[in-house]
């Protein structure tokens, strides 16, 4: 046996040899690893104190707003100029001045200078933002909103009297001093080709003629001579197709211009509004001297050779909208109700010479789908047209001549027609059931416009955010209160932006801010001629009286009105 000696060193010896061992490996292994640092996150963001998330778009926002971010961890500043960017809607860089709290995890933003009212900005935290530590942010981060309405006054305070009569004269503009130099007809749109001319447009602003010389914007003597250029042109140069014109025509040549492959031909409701403004100069220019006789004898004989019956198609009880010198009837299309074509079944009814009777009126506009509705929105009933009304256009193009004041007949009272239609117009744009940002009892109107990268016939049912002046405008006779409103906000809030050289551009948007830079001829027309009639009923009173258009509608249609006795 070992002795108790013998045992204590051999535990010694033991012992000894772990602590060397041990202290072999300590100094000769590997570190222990570095602690885990996380990436930088946003863990809130903030624009003008109200809290925000990425990828939402704000409103209403000050032209000198503050964002705020709230780090995970203190920021390098070295990195934010290029880890955030400010930018406008057209991609423009905006200088911003940062400010840090917090121990730099709280970053503070504000454009260096203040920004655009109505405009669109977008702040964007990029990856390259990285924390003191070295770590880059997580994921982007991208603000975007929208600049709030500047209502002061963008010129000086006009009448209401003295305002009407700028809108009209700036307005008439497109047509004088922008009708085409050959045929003094109107120029489709003002960005387009400057030789394709509108026959319907042109309509509208022959009728705008006479207003222009009651307003003294031009002598009896000027619109004579271009009512004798515009006249001549059409009967001696401009093509037709059974008497009836293209949509568009060559401005110089008079040659068709196809609006699309197969319509390349006639354009029977073109036609009706061309052949309105041309009966409403025939009615004014009523000097028994010999120029303005030639030249009632010429819209006479322009008149009479269009031959609305052959636009029934074999007599079928319907009148067809185009016919084609090439493509004959493969169009197709057949004018039912209820749209803007009245006035296309009042002409043919009211011809002398190529007549249609009232079965085509009956079986063929009235027998539209949809053509009566007889519903209530916002309690205004409806007696024709689809729900909610359709766009503003309805209620303008054949009642620029057509006087709804009383008017009725087997289908509807025209002015309940008109004016709930309008009014049904005005309340969805104040009542936004689609929060469409701007929208309000003072900024209303759908109908159709040119809109962001195209062209729509907005209305209730196709709201997708642009409002188009001469919806509110053209509706004057029908919401006197309520067109005032938009054109006052359209003039003194907007002016700035949507006022130019021929009036107001055809449509903007404050929600994805957006003025054309555009003016359509079928826009501009109705603006000047229904606020004349609502001033003094010049274009209605004109056009009704004419014996034609009286007989057709009363003894032919079956209309009653005071004016049709």
């Given at each position: ?207 705008a003629i006479p207003v222009a010389i009651k307003r003294s914007f031009i002598t009896r003597a000027a619109g004579l001579q ?206 936004n059931p689609n929060n469409q940002f701007g929208y309000s009892a003072d900024c209303w109107g759908l109908t159709a416009s ?116």
């Amino acid at each position: 046996m070992k002795t108790i000696l013998q045992k204590r060193l051999s535990l010694f010896v033991i012992a000894s040899t772990l602590v060397i061992a041990g202290c072999s490996k300590k100094d000769t292994g590997t570190p222990p690893p570095e602690p885990i640092v996380p990436p930088l996150t946003i863990k809130a963001a903030k624009l003008n104190n109200n809290s925000v998330s990425s990828g939402s778009n704000y409103y209403n926002i000050s032209t000198t707003p503050v964002v705020q971010y709230s780090f995970s961890a203190p920021v390098n500043r070295a990195t934010v100029t290029a880890g955030i960017s400010f930018k406008d809607n057209i991609g423009g860089a905006v200088s911003y001045t940062p400010a840090y709290s917090n121990n730099d995890s709280v970053l503070l933003l504000q454009p260096s200078a203040a920004l655009q009212n109505i405009a669109s900005y977008t702040v964007m935290a990029g990856t390259a933002l990285q924390s003191v530590a070295g770590k880059s942010l997580s994921a982007g981060y991208n603000l975007s909103f929208v600049t709030r309405i500047d209502s002061t006054p963008k010129f000086p305070l006009l009448t209401d009297s003295m305002l009407l009569d700028l809108v009209q004269k700036q307005t008439f503009k497109y047509f004088w001093d922008y009708g085409h130099p050959v045929s003094g007809l109107a120029r489709e749109r003002n960005n387009g080709d400057d030789n394709t001319v509108t026959t319907g447009g042109s309509g509208f602003g022959i009728m705008a003629i006479p207003v222009a010389i009651k307003r003294s914007f031009i002598t009896r003597a000027a619109g004579l001579q271009r009512m004798q250029q515009i006249v001549g042109f059409l009967k001696n140069t401009a093509q037709t197709f059974h008497g009836a014109y293209p949509h568009w025509l060559h401005g110089g040549s008079g040659i068709v211009i196809p609006f699309s492959t197969k319509d390349d031909g006639a354009d029977l409701v073109e036609t009706s509004y061309l052949m309105a403004g041309l009966l409403t100069a025939r009615q004014y220019f009523n000097d028994p001297g010999a120029a303005e006789t030639t030249l009632r004898n010429d819209i006479n004989s322009i008149w009479n050779n269009v031959d609305w019956s052959w636009f029934r198609r074999n007599n079928e009880n319907v009148l067809y909208w185009h016919w084609s010198p090439v493509y004959n009837w493969d169009m197709n299309f057949q004018i039912r109700g209820w749209n803007e074509c009245l006035i296309t079944y009042i002409l043919a009814a009211s011809s002398t010479t190529h007549g249609v009777p009232a079965s085509v009126y009956t079986s063929g506009w009235a027998a539209g789908n949809p053509f009566t509705n007889g519903a209530s929105y916002f309690g205004y009933q409806l007696p024709l047209g689809p729900s909610l009304g359709g766009p503003l256009f309805f209620s303008h193009y054949s009642f620029l001549g057509v006087n709804p004041n009383g008017l009725q007949d087997a289908y509807a009272n025209y002015i309940i027609q008109t004016t709930n239609h309008t009014l049904i117009n005005y309340n969805h744009c104040k009542t936004n059931p689609n929060n469409q940002f701007g929208y309000s009892a003072d900024c209303w109107g759908l109908t159709a416009s040119d809109i962001k990268n195209g062209y729509t016939a907005s209305s209730p049912t196709n709201d997708v955010g642009f409002i188009a002046p001469t919806a509110a405008l053209s509706s004057f006779p029908y919401t006197p209160a309520e067109s005032m409103r938009a054109l006052k906000f359209f003039y003194y809030v907007l002016g700035d932006k949507l006022w130019k050289e021929y009036g107001f551009a055809d449509a903007f948007s404050l929600k994805d801010p957006w003025f054309a830079g555009s003016f359509l001829a079928i826009d501009q027309g109705p603006i000047i001629v229904m606020i004349e009639n609502y001033r003094s009923q010049l274009v209605w009173n004109l056009f009704t009286s004419c014996p034609e258009v009286k007989n057709g509608m009363k003894n032919v249609l079956g209309f009653t009105a005071p004016y049709l006795p």
